[in-house]
């Protein structure tokens, strides 16, 4: 193990060892800052933890746990909570090694259809059409128990019919079984009207919004009424659904359903360094969390500071909330929006679970103050590469060339360009070999070479720190003459790679350096030579097919390239051509050159 990688290991140990035993969701990411995954875990530290100090059980597993280059967390209430938030930042994110979780195997939420007499239904997607959605909920069971509890309480329709007031006058639709099975009234026959309709989807609504007593009171007078009118019958009916109600128990949701698009900041802070906790919660459900550090200039207060955050927070994650939970008011309006300082209920949880999570913020930052800013990878990677390479300069620029060619015939060249330790693929370039003939790999290496830096100097643009050869001695020779002819081999550093042992060849010195197999730069070149490899061989074979496709065509007496261009356009290769008949052929070519390629294909 390097430097470099005892000091990732030594950073990685240090954030598990700051995290909270408590539930919550641990988020994983590479070294380019994308998130690669995300769990949920009933205590954060020792489930963070399983994963560095235990062997991982699976292949997967170690593959994921060598590419984590940073570890983030947000702490909940409960497990049952961190696994609703797991699935949206899953869903949100889709992060690479969460390829199991499918978008059918998605928490269910229950609609409210925006149509007229709605429909009631799960479904697990969610389309912003206008209706209204509940959830999600953890369990499928519930959700269909809750639908069977409506169906029992309300004739609600099932049918997927457009029940326009149009459609309906012209008799378009007919009543179902469910009409006839005392499940539906009829509304597609105009059997039903719409404001009784729409009574059952206002008691249906409150119910899911957890308004439940105000419907069980209502249900409550219409029973007292009916006995009082003798209508025993229909009195029982509503006893029965009370009944049902009453026993009804309030779904487990994130959040109150309630409480829809919501931004909830808190903010903590020492003598240097403030802290602030955003939240965002939409449908129910806490889809965005992110804590800031703001470093103090001029000794600036809390009051001072919270605005600007929460200005900064909602521009940069396009925030339209139009209420704002905080601690304190702060003297700032923002237009759209009112603030609230949440005393009691679910509310005051959701700010008090953002104080849970700054606090924490701010605890593993004092906790890892005497860590050093990481040094971002790009730079790290072009400073070992220097270092290993004994290089003057660092590589920011690096350039590679290969030569294709078989047994000399359509001798071709690659050049690719890396910056930033990086591919440049709008850099690329292929070169024909124009001076050289039959397989010569040294000269026309040597061809290309000068053609590629004569031309940069000749353009005025800028010439790369270093050039990588794919090949030994022989190769390397070639394109220091002539780097040499172009007075440019004291500027650029030069090198080749030996394919069989991995050598890296210097201009004037026989022994080669060999860099270990698993360090950072033999990795980079290796990448320069296979990405040059690979883009040389694929221009050489298109090349290589073209020609193939012309060559037997061209054997034909009296048929010219001009016509050869247009078959190939028609009938797309050769065996195409030879495979026409010679009417497709004289609308081609015309009657005299028809009859002599198809007497050509006939020999």
């Given at each position: 193990?390097?430097?470099?990688?005892?000091?990732?290991?030594?950073?990685?140990?240090?954030?598990?060892?700051?995290?909270?035993?408590?539930?919550?969701?641990?988020?994983?990411?590479?070294?380019?800052?994308?998130?690669?995954?995300?769990?949920?875990?009933?205590?954060?530290?020792?489930?963070?933890?399983?994963?560095?100090?235990?062997?991982?059980?699976?292949?997967?597993?170690?593959?994921?746990?060598?590419?984590?280059?940073?570890?983030?967390?947000?702490?909940?209430?409960?497990?049952?909570?961190?696994?609703?938030?797991?699935?949206?930042?899953?869903?949100?994110?889709?992060?690479?090694?969460?390829?199991?979780?499918?978008?059918?195997?998605?928490?269910?939420?229950?609609?409210?259809?925006?149509?007229?007499?709605?429909?009631?239904?799960?479904?697990?997607?969610?389309?912003?059409?206008?209706?209204?959605?509940?959830?999600?909920?953890?369990?499928?069971?519930?959700?269909?128990?809750?639908?069977?509890?409506?169906?029992?309480?309300?004739?609600?329709?099932?049918?997927?019919?457009?029940?326009?007031?149009?459609?309906?006058?012209?008799?378009?639709?007919?009543?179902?079984?469910?009409?006839?099975?005392?499940?539906?009234?009829?509304?597609?026959?105009?059997?039903?009207?719409?404001?009784?309709?729409?009574?059952?989807?206002?008691?249906?609504?409150?119910?899911?919004?957890?308004?439940?007593?105000?419907?069980?009171?209502?249900?409550?007078?219409?029973?007292?009424?009916?006995?009082?009118?003798?209508?025993?019958?229909?009195?029982?009916?509503?006893?029965?659904?009370?009944?049902?109600?009453?026993?009804?128990?309030?779904?487990?949701?994130?959040?109150?359903?309630?409480?829809?698009?919501?931004?909830?900041?808190?903010?903590?802070?020492?003598?240097?360094?403030?802290?602030?906790?955003?939240?965002?919660?939409?449908?129910?459900?806490?889809?965005?969390?992110?804590?800031?550090?703001?470093?103090?200039?001029?000794?600036?207060?809390?009051?001072?500071?919270?605005?600007?955050?929460?200005?900064?927070?909602?521009?940069?994650?396009?925030?339209?909330?139009?209420?704002?939970?905080?601690?304190?008011?702060?003297?700032?309006?923002?237009?759209?929006?009112?603030?609230?300082?949440?005393?009691?209920?679910?509310?005051?949880?959701?700010?008090?679970?953002?104080?849970?999570?700054?606090?924490?913020?701010?605890?593993?930052?004092?906790?890892?103050?005497?860590?050093?800013?990481?040094?971002?990878?790009?730079?790290?990677?072009?400073?070992?590469?220097?270092?290993?390479?004994?290089?003057?300069?660092?590589?920011?620029?690096?350039?590679?060339?290969?030569?294709?060619?078989?047994?000399?015939?359509?001798?071709?060249?690659?050049?690719?360009?890396?910056?930033?330790?990086?591919?440049?693929?709008?850099?690329?370039?292929?070169?024909?070999?124009?001076?050289?003939?039959?397989?010569?790999?040294?000269?026309?290496?040597?061809?290309?070479?000068?053609?590629?830096?004569?031309?940069?100097?000749?353009?005025?643009?800028?010439?790369?720190?270093?050039?990588?050869?794919?090949?030994?001695?022989?190769?390397?020779?070639?394109?220091?003459?002539?780097?040499?002819?172009?007075?440019?081999?004291?500027?650029?550093?030069?090198?080749?790679?030996?394919?069989?042992?991995?050598?890296?060849?210097?201009?004037?010195?026989?022994?080669?350096?060999?860099?270990?197999?698993?360090?950072?730069?033999?990795?980079?070149?290796?990448?320069?030579?296979?990405?040059?490899?690979?883009?040389?061989i694929t221009f050489h074979r298109n090349k290589r097919s073209g020609a193939f496709l012309k060559s037997k065509l061209e054997e034909i007496p009296g048929v010219g390239p001009e016509s050869i261009r247009r078959l190939?356009?028609?009938?797309?290769?050769?065996?195409?051509?030879?495979?026409?008949?010679?009417?497709?052929?004289?609308?081609?070519?015309?009657?005299?050159?028809?009859?002599?390629?198809?007497?050509?294909?006939?020999?």
């Amino acid at each position: 193990m390097d430097n470099q990688e005892r000091k990732q290991e030594s950073y990685l140990k240090e954030l598990i060892r700051v995290l909270p035993d408590s539930p919550g969701v641990y988020q994983y990411f590479d070294d380019s800052g994308k998130i690669i995954y995300v769990g949920k875990a009933k205590n954060l530290k020792k489930r963070v933890s399983s994963y560095f100090y235990k062997e991982p059980d699976n292949a997967k597993t170690r593959i994921l746990v060598r590419k984590i280059r940073d570890i983030k967390h947000i702490v909940v209430n409960s497990e049952q909570d961190a696994l609703l938030l797991e699935n949206n930042l899953i869903k949100k994110y889709q992060p690479r090694y969460n390829v199991l979780l499918k978008d059918d195997k998605s928490f269910p939420w229950i609609v409210v259809k925006n149509e007229p007499f709605p429909r009631v239904f799960s479904t697990r997607q969610i389309i912003k059409d206008g209706s209204d959605y509940f959830g999600p909920y953890t369990s499928a069971l519930m959700v269909k128990t809750l639908i069977d509890m409506f169906r029992q309480l309300y004739p609600l329709r099932t049918c997927r019919h457009a029940l326009t007031e149009e459609n309906i006058s012209r008799g378009k639709f007919k009543v179902c079984l469910e009409y006839h099975l005392g499940n539906c009234k009829g509304p597609c026959e105009g059997l039903q009207a719409e404001e009784e309709y729409q009574e059952y989807i206002y008691e249906i609504k409150n119910i899911l919004k957890g308004n439940v007593s105000s419907v069980l009171k209502y249900m409550k007078e219409s029973m007292m009424k009916l006995a009082a009118e003798y209508k025993f019958e229909e009195a029982e009916t509503i006893k029965r659904k009370l009944e049902i109600l009453e026993g009804y128990k309030s779904k487990s949701t994130i959040v109150n359903p309630k409480i829809n698009n919501v931004d909830v900041f808190s903010i903590i802070d020492d003598e240097k360094n403030a802290f602030v906790n955003f939240l965002k919660v939409v449908n129910g459900a806490i889809i965005q969390a992110h804590t800031i550090e703001y470093k103090k200039k001029m000794d600036e207060d809390v009051a001072t500071l919270l605005p600007m955050a929460i200005a900064d927070i909602r521009e940069r994650l396009h925030s339209n909330a139009s209420e704002i939970l905080v601690p304190f008011k702060p003297d700032v309006e923002f237009e759209g929006a009112k603030y609230l300082i949440p005393k009691i209920g679910d509310k005051k949880k959701l700010l008090e679970l953002s104080e849970r999570n700054v606090k924490y913020y701010r605890l593993e930052k004092l906790k890892q103050q005497a860590n050093q800013t990481k040094t971002p990878k790009e730079v790290r990677l072009l400073e070992t590469t220097k270092k290993d390479l004994r290089l003057n300069k660092l590589p920011v620029h690096i350039e590679c060339f290969d030569n294709s060619n078989i047994q000399g015939h359509h001798p071709v060249a690659a050049c690719v360009v890396f910056k930033n330790g990086k591919p440049s693929k709008k850099d690329y370039r292929h070169f024909n070999i124009k001076t050289v003939e039959g397989p010569n790999d040294y000269a026309s290496m040597e061809e290309v070479v000068y053609r590629r830096y004569n031309r940069l100097q000749n353009e005025g643009e800028s010439l790369p720190q270093l050039v990588v050869i794919d090949g030994g001695k022989g190769q390397l020779g070639a394109a220091v003459n002539a780097l040499r002819d172009l007075k440019l081999d004291e500027q650029i550093a030069i090198i080749g790679i030996a394919k069989r042992l991995e050598e890296i060849f210097y201009p004037g010195d026989p022994v080669p350096l060999y860099l270990d197999k698993n360090s950072e730069s033999l990795k980079l070149i290796q990448h320069l030579r296979n990405e040059a490899h690979r883009f040389g061989i694929t221009f050489h074979r298109n090349k290589r097919s073209g020609a193939f496709l012309k060559s037997k065509l061209e054997e034909i007496p009296g048929v010219g390239p001009e016509s050869i261009r247009r078959l190939l356009e028609k009938f797309g290769s050769a065996r195409g051509v030879e495979k026409a008949g010679k009417e497709e052929l004289a609308q081609v070519v015309g009657n005299s050159r028809a009859d002599k390629i198809v007497s050509f294909f006939k020999k």
